[in-house]
Each structure stands twice: as structure tokens, then as C-alpha cells.
């Protein structure tokens, strides 16, 4: 990857916190707010509640259905949304499904895959999805539950096995840990942890799945946010993310799919605008992305996800990249200095992205939290939806800051004072 | 009034006296087609002559069912395809097809897809171009099953 | 039910009309628009889109998963959506889960039965939702294509069988047509008629289901808006409907499910924020509604239908259905002038809600709509994915009309208008 | 500062030195719960005595792995139902949960709640209330189990 080198240019910070009103107000006895939870959700400029208002106040309609002219502009706005999104990522218009949220993203390609494994009443295309007993379905003990539970009910389903890499000490992918085999189907992983912030080896991994002939997909719910990604350049089969953690809306997200898998992929959710021919005895269904988006769809939130993809092209993803890992070696320094902190997750900048947690000794993940809180610095307590990793790191949770554009430095320097402020409350100090 | 643009006279006389209407004897291949947002249907016939380059569209029947748009469109289609070769209907097909995706960017060139142009005033109302282009998709599908038929 | 009277009082829908931002604007040659496509999608007030931005300015972070004072709020504004939801609808919050739409909602359904279905590791209390071969599921020949292909996909999926009520000349379910078994175990039809504007029985349908122990869905995506529902006491097990189509955001839809069903059904998407305990062996689930809301979910939109739901409450659902109920009249009474027009569905105001669909002799819907478009008068063309409904009367599309709080009569009087010179435009005057 | 508030001397001491911590036999019942949030676990055992409306609770023991909050609670569980009737537990429970759930509106009553009272500024804190149920929901289940296997 090209992507991960550090521009000497800084982002005018200051001038992108203007954007983004959310974050001039106050929290508890009135402190200004250090939000270090983006990678649970990001927050929104004003850009991106513009476009959706401009769009809802001018143009709002069904999609794809009506033939009136308020219909026509806002499929226009959907499909051009469509596009941008996939300029941004690498893909093509047609590749990109729009979900509810990355978590869909990937219940879909799960269940597209046991609705392949029920024959009854299909095409041959669609026998690639099918798996059953013997089977193998591959993830890695690092996932988010939104990559590894749609995994195991689809085993559950189909009788297919659920296998996993392990996690090395310094919380990478341990490569070692698992020979993939004929009968590997799938092997799902995320592009960046959401814990420990290491990046996946996803040429190498894709490598192997592609020897054996087995899918891949990819949550970069985690780096499309943060870092240049080309999809296709990945070559990657399926890969997933949220609208809601690049500064776009809610109850947006997409998968992307190869045009060749999507085009032989029976479909998930069905109902309205996603036929072909509707009988009563029984239907036929359009072609993707169509095929997978059924219903009125998340019109307004599309708009606004087109338009978060426009303010973080202009700012321009390396330089978003750079700023976070300026922010994260930032963290990284100023907390290792804190008696009794352990970084859980690499502790250095090499093929890293932004999200920081780690552990206090004798203070429990939520009483740093709550101290933190009461200095207005919002960070994420426990598992962060990756219970099994923190089992395999022996701990119940961890703290986590998490960065975007809108982050300062001076903000993460607060993370170190407050832990110490924690452990001073807490009689450990 | 923009009504006028769209519904051009050259479509409303097609629309009420479709050429080459009606389902014919022999045929090579058939195709049903449909728009799935409006449920309009076309069943389309072709029937092919000769064969390698020299291959011509003998005849092409259909049925319909829908709108004036889609109606007049599959009439102007058997004007123009019928006689030609099977290379050369496909060339006004794609310019056809290449003036109804333009949003009215391309006006058409007569020379090639005739009373095609009328339906400029169409490629403006995106809606519309699935209707304009239903009876195109039947043909194209219709002569790419004698193809692999053969 | 008590709730088809018609108050005497009207709305006073130029005040209501200054609520719509979007009302305001002129479409095709400086035309106002008149937007008689509700049944589609509704337009948003002012009040709805600023409950958005409010919340995304002020409040927004995760939902359940933050432990931050954001969070926190976020968590609030959420669950006081549910919570109003619940009041307007007649349920309990614990019986409401936020899906995307209504298509989420009742495949969720279908899902969790085919999940049911599947017996490996789930408890006995699925048992009632398990389904195979020799069992039957019932919808009616009048459903939109989001209540009939999913259980189409049921029975696939499971080798149950599809059986269906048809429907009368008038528009209405016959209930002739079809008798229940000990084998029928869900019966799932429109709460009203997304083209005709039917109600259905809706007492007599559920009385017939329960009398053979048959779960009942009710698709409430055309009541709901436009009219009071208490689904408690309409006894039914499930119901459906969407935000956007009341005057609420896009991305959101509700599934109301009673309480002892919820808590017995397995879930459908899985992820974060919806399990209990996660190993790499396997997981259970949270109860719900947690447990059927899978990943960060439509937050502000919840919030958005919240404000939607405060704002018809305040209007009052008697006045809302009693203004469509005139605007239905004036509908029926215009068009009936109009010759060569045939209504498709009831040309009476008994038992029926505000969709008006209807053909004219010799000008196909689609060239219909042209003519109403070019004046203003954005209409429904076509299906209105109700495919077999239309097969079931012999046409391919109809056009329709469709209203909300913001509809005047002077808009429904321009449609008979519209429709004429259409007639005269293609010569059939 | 509103740390304080919420984590009142009371607490820091519960959580410090906790009462009647670890696993004893024998035990009647033995119930595993999470926080399914923060992934905080409690184990704990219960042992009761005579029966009917006599029944009183002879011990209660634990183990957990979680936050100040959750751990100091357990800690005042013990304080507050060993030796209590069943009944008397339950009261003093429902009393707790509704203190802890209230968002700080119900102060709490120290005859009924003891120590208990001092998670009043915990109740303010949404995402807290779990930590401070955790034992206590454990407890509720625990003496369930018993009664039913009776
Ligand atoms: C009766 C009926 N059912 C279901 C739906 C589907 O709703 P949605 O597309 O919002 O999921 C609609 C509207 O499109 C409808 O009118
Ligand atoms: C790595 C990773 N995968 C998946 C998800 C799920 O995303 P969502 O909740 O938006 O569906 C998240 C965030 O919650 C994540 O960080």
C-alpha cells in the first residue's frame, strides 16, 4: 500500500472544528467537550446536514419509482451519491449496495450465502455462495461481533464450520495460526482493528483466500474512514462500512461487491424495487445493486453520505491519514509515560491506524471512563464489540480514544492527564 | 407546455398506427420483456435470413402492452430494422439506445435512426427512457438467442 | 374499530402546508407543485427536520454502547422515540424494534422463522416459529410486493407452501376465497390497500388466525400515517410500518411484535449491541428490542420519527384520517366525471383510506402521469409494487393519487382536470 | 467536581475491602451474569434456610471481575440480605433497583437500603446503573432457581 505515508502538511484543524457545531458545546459542570469516540460513531459538518436538508426540503421522493419530476431528482441525487461513494473507494456504481449499516453490509453477503445453500428454485450462478457441512468459514479472533456473529449463524444454518486466525501478543493477525484449505468458503476480516488500531495484512491474506478459492471480505468499516482504500485495488470480493463513522448520517452504510459476485448473488432482503416480475406464485429479481436494496431506501441519508465523501476528498484522505497518526503517536507517547498503563494493541505507528485502548492497572476500564467524563473527554469503555479479544488478552475491557478530522492534539494530551487523575482517585497512584 | 417536446407528432402517429404490430409466422426467436416499475410488457419475434455477414432482419412481430412512449418506440424499431442487416440494426440500435441514455445531450442523427430522433424529447424524463427502450431490448435479446442458438 | 368517524372540524391546512418547506417550490415551468404522492412518500416538516439537526448538533453519539454524558443523551432521545412511538401506536416500547423500513420489518419476521426452522442450537421457545413442507402461509392478492416476496422467500427457503385470499371486483380481501387450516401458520395482509384504499377486516382476519393458531402480520404502512392504529387492540401479532411515508425521516421502519413473541423469536441481523455473550464458539442474545438491532442504528432518524409521531399527535389522527377522508370524496366524485375513467378499487368511502388508483379508457397510466407531471401534479404510475393486484384486474398500471395533512382539496379538484387533458392530448376526448 | 457524587466514600471502601467476597459451599443455587456492554462478570452462590415464609437467605458469595461500581454494590448485597427472610431480600431489592433506576429522583431509604443509599449519585448515570444491578439481578435469579428446583 501506498497509502500510508505521512504528508509533512498539517490540517487546519481549527478551521474544520468550524464545521462541526456539535463540537463547541460543553458537557457536565461545563467543560468543553473532548470527543474521542469517533470510532464509534463520527460526528457531522455542516455540510453533510445541509445536503440532506437541502435534499429533504427540495427534492425528496421515492426513488427508482415514480415517473414525476421530484422522482426524477431524487433518484438523480441517490444514484449520484451512488457514484461519488464509488470514486471514493475505488469501485464502480454498480458495486456499491446501499445498507442500513456495515453491520447489514455483512448479514447480507451471510445471508445470501445460506440462501444459496437452500436450492430449491435456482440458478446454477448462485451454487458459488453455497456451503454446508465440511465447509469452513474463516475469521479472526480481532473481530467486531459485526464481523464474526453473522458468521457463526450462518454455520449454524448450513452446518458449515466457523475456524479463526489468532492474535499475536502485539495484536496482529497471527498469520501462523491457520492453514486455510479446499474448504475454506469465506475468509472474512476486519482492514483495521477498532481496538487495537493494527492493520490487516489484506494482500497476503486475499493471497491465500484466493488460492483456495475462497471469498473474501473485508470490514473496512474502520479504514475507509480514515485512510485512502481502494477496493479494487485491494481485490478484495466484498468489503463493508458505515456511513456514520466518515461524518456521514446514521442508517447508512454499503457493501461492496465484486459486479461478477453481485451479479450471481441471490437476494437478502426482498420486497419492493427490487423485482424483476412479482407473480403470486413466485418472482423473479432485478439486477444488482437493485437486487439488494429493497424497499424505499435510505434516501436522504445517501445524499449525505455523498456528501460526507466530498469533504473528506477535499480534505483528502492522506491527509486525514497524517493527521490521525500524528494524533495516535501522540497518544501512544503520552500515555506509555502514565504508571500502570499498558497499551493493549501495537504500540508503535507501523501499519496502524487510529484507535488507542488500552488498560490501567487496578482501575477498571469504566472508572477511567467515568473520571474522563467528568472532564468532558468522551472515550469508549469495555469491549468496544470485540468481546472474544479482549478474552484473548485476558481482560474484561479497555479504554478506547478513537480520532477524525475535527481531532486536536492538545485534546489527546488531555487523554494522559486524565488517566492520571483516575488513578489518583482511585487511591492507585 | 413541454408536453408537446415529448409526445412529438412523429410518436403519436406511431403510437396510434403501429407498424409491423402483431405476432407473425415463422420467427427464429422470441422474447418477453417487461418494465418492471410499470408492469408494461412486450413479446417480440424475430426472424432472421441468411447467415454470417450477410445476415438481415427478415421480419420482427410483437405484441405489446404499455405506454405510448414504449408502443411508438417498438414501431419505429421494426421500420428501421427490418431489411438490414443484423450488423446494421445494431448500429441504430446503439445510437438509439445512445440518444435515449443522454438526457437529451444527443439530438440523433436521422441518417441513421430515422423517426428515432422524435424521441429526443424522452430522453430527458429519465422515467421514460425504460419505456423508449423496452421494444429495443426484446430485439437485441431476441437475435443475440439465434445467435447462440446457431 | 371506533375510528372512522368523521370530525365535523377540518384541518387547517395552510398552517399545516407552511410546515413543508418543500411545498413551496415549483416544478417543470415554474408550475407549484402538487404533490399527490404520499402513499410513496411523505414530505417532512420543519419540525422533523430540526428535531434531526437539534439532536446531530447537540446530542449525537453510539446509542447503548457509550458510557460518555453524549452517549448517554443520544441513549435518551433514542428510547424517548421508542417510547412516543409506542404511545401513538397502542404498544409497549419493549414491542417496538427500529428496522430501516417496513421491508426490514416483515422480512425480519419471515427470517426469524426460517431461522426457527433451523433447529440446530436454539432453545424450545423457537419451536412456534419453526416452519416446513405441508405447513402454509396465507397473505392476501392485494399485498404490496414487501408482504408477499419475503414469504414467497419463506417458503422457498423452508418448502412450506403460499396460499393467498383473492380479491373481489370491488377491491375488498374475500374471505371466501380461502380457508385456514391447523397447517396455516401466519396470516400476513395490508392493514389498508396501498392502491385501492381498501381496509381489511381486520377483527375477522385475526379472529380466523387465532381460531387455527396462526400468527397474524399486519402490514400497517398505509394506516399507520393516516389514521389511529392501537395495535394492542387490534390484536394482531406483528405489524410493520415505515417513517418516511408519516411524515418522518427516511432509513427508519418499525416492526411491533407482542412481547411473548419478541422474546421467544431468534434474531435476524446479527452484530454489535444485539448479543448478550460472544465467544469465538458461539454467542446468545440480548432480550429485545436489543436483540433484533443489530449494529449502530438509525439514530436520528429514530429521533426524526419521534418528532414526526409529536407532530401528527398533535394534529390528531381523527382529524388526519378525517381530512383524507374528504379529500377522498372530492377524489372519487371529480374523477367519476371524468369519462372513460375507471376506478380500481372502492368507489365508496365505507371501510376505505385515502390511495385513489385508477385507468383511463384508452390513455395507458404512464402517459397519464406525463400530462399530470407537466401541469404540477406529481401522481404514482404504474403497479405501485402491488403487481398481482393489478393482474388480478387485468391492467398493467393505474395511476394514483395519494394524500397527507398537507393535501388540499383544490390539489385533488386538479387532478380530474389533469386527467381530461390528457384525454384530449392523446384523442380519446 | 460530580465524581464525587458518584462515587462516595461508601463505595470507594465497599469496593476496597468487599464483604462476604468469593465462592463458599455449600450453595443452594449458582448464577453466572454479565454486563453484556462492558463484558463485567459476576459469579454467585446463594444458600438459604428453612422454607416457606421462613425462609431466610443463610449466605450469600461471590465472585466478580468488574468496575468500582459493581463490585462495591455486590459487597452491599451481602451487608444487606444475609440473614434477612427471603421476602424481607426482596424488599430490600425492589427498594435498591427502584433508587438505582430512578435518575436520581429516589433518594433511597437507608432504614431499608443501608449503604445502599450511597449509589443514589449513581443513579444519575444511565450507563451505570447496570454495574450497580449486576449482583443484585445475579441474586434475584440465584433465589429463583431455588425456588424452582423446590
Ligand atoms: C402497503 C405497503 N406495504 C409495504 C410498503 C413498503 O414500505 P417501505 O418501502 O418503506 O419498506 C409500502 C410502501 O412502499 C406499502 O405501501
Ligand atoms: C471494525 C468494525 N466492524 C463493524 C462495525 C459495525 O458497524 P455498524 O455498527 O455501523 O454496522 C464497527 C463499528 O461499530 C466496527 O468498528
Known sequence: ?429 | MQLEQMYQEIILDHYRQPHGAGLRDPFDAETHHVNPTCGDEVTLRVKLDGDGANRTVQDVSYESLGCSISQASTSVLTDLVVGKSVEEAFRILESFQEMAQSRGKIAGDEEVIGDGIAFAGVSKYPARVKCALLGWMAFKDAVARVKEEA
Chains 1, 3 share one sequence.
Open chain 1, 1 to 429: 500500500m501506498t497509502t500510508l505515508q505521512t504528508p509533512t502538511a498539517g490540517l487546519d484543524v481549527a478551521t474544520i472544528r468550524d464545521d462541526f457545531p456539535i463540537l463547541s458545546r460543553t458537557v457536565r459542570e461545563g467543560r468543553p467537550l473532548v470527543y474521542l469516540d469517533s470510532g464509534a460513531t463520527s460526528q457531522r459538518p455542516r455540510q453533510v446536514l445541509d445536503a440532506e436538508r437541502l435534499f429533504l426540503e427540495t427534492h425528496n421522493a421515492a426513488v427508482h419509482r415514480g415517473a414525476h419530476q421530484l422522482a426524477e431528482e431524487a433518484t438523480d441525487d441517490y444514484e449520484a451519491a451512488r457514484s461519488k461513494i464509488a470514486v471514493f473507494t475505488g469501485a464502480e456504481p454498480e458495486e456499491l449496495v446501499f445498507t442500513k449499516n456495515a453491520t447489514e453490509a455483512i448479514n447480507l453477503v451471510a445471508y445470501a450465502m445460506s440462501n444459496s445453500s437452500i436450492r430449491t428454485g435456482l440458478g446454477a450462478e448462485s451454487e458459488r455462495f453455497a456451503v454446508g457441512p465440511g465447509d469452513e468459514i474463516v475469521v479472526t479472533e480481532l473481530e467486531h461481533h459485526a464481523n464474526l456473529v453473522p458468521w457463526q449463524e450462518l454455520c449454524r444454518r448450513t452446518g458449515a464450520t466457523l475456524r479463526w486466525y489468532s492474535v499475536t501478543e502485539d495484536g496482529r493477525i497471527d498469520l501462523d495460526s491457520l492453514e486455510l484449505s479446499e474448504r475454506t468458503k469465506v475468509v472474512a476480516f476486519a482492514h483495521q482493528s477498532n481496538v487495537l488500531g493494527s492493520l490487516a495484512p489484506v494482500e497476503e491474506l486475499v493471497r491465500r483466500a484466493q488460492a483456495v478459492g475462497a471469498l473474501t471480505v473485508l470490514d473496512a468499516c474502520q479504514s475507509v474512514p480514515h485512510m485512502p482504500v481502494n477496493l479494487t485495488e485491494l481485490g478484495v470480493d466484498f468489503a463493508a462500512f458505515s456511513g456514520h463513522k466518515m461524518l456521514g448520517p446514521s442508517g447508512v452504510g454499503v457493501l461492496y461487491g465484486r459486479t461478477e459476485l453481485l451479479d450471481a448473488m441471490p437476494p437478502f432482503i426482498t420486497g419492493g424495487s427490487m423485482i424483476e416480475m412479482v407473480r403470486m406464485e413466485g418472482s423473479t429479481y432485478a439486477p444488482p445493486p437493485q437486487r439488494f436494496e429493497a424497499g424505499v431506501p435510505m434516501t436522504s441519508q445517501a445524499v449525505g453520505l455523498g456528501a460526507a465523501v466530498d469533504y473528506l476528498s477535499a480534505i483528502g484522505m492522506d491527509a486525514v491519514f497524517a493527521h490521525e497518526r500524528e494524533l495516535t503517536r501522540v497518544a501512544l507517547d503520552t500515555l506509555r509515560e502514565v504508571e500502570g498503563v499498558r497499551i493493549i494493541g501495537p504500540d508503535s505507528l507501523e501499519q496502524r491506524g487510529g484507535a488507542v485502548s488500552f488498560v490501567v492497572d487496578g482501575v477498571h476500564a469504566h472508572d477511567v471512563g467515568q473520571v474522563l467524563d467528568d472532564r468532558g473527554i468522551a472515550v469508549r469503555v469495555g469491549h468496544h464489540c470485540a468481546w472474544p479479544l479482549h478474552r484473548r488478552f485476558g481482560i474484561a475491557a479497555t479504554v478506547r480514544a478513537s480520532f477524525h478530522v475535527y481531532t486536536t492534539v492538545e485534546e489527546v494530551a488531555q487523554l494522559a492527564d486524565g488517566v492520571r487523575a483516575a488513578r489518583e482517585f482511585f487511591g492507585v497512584a
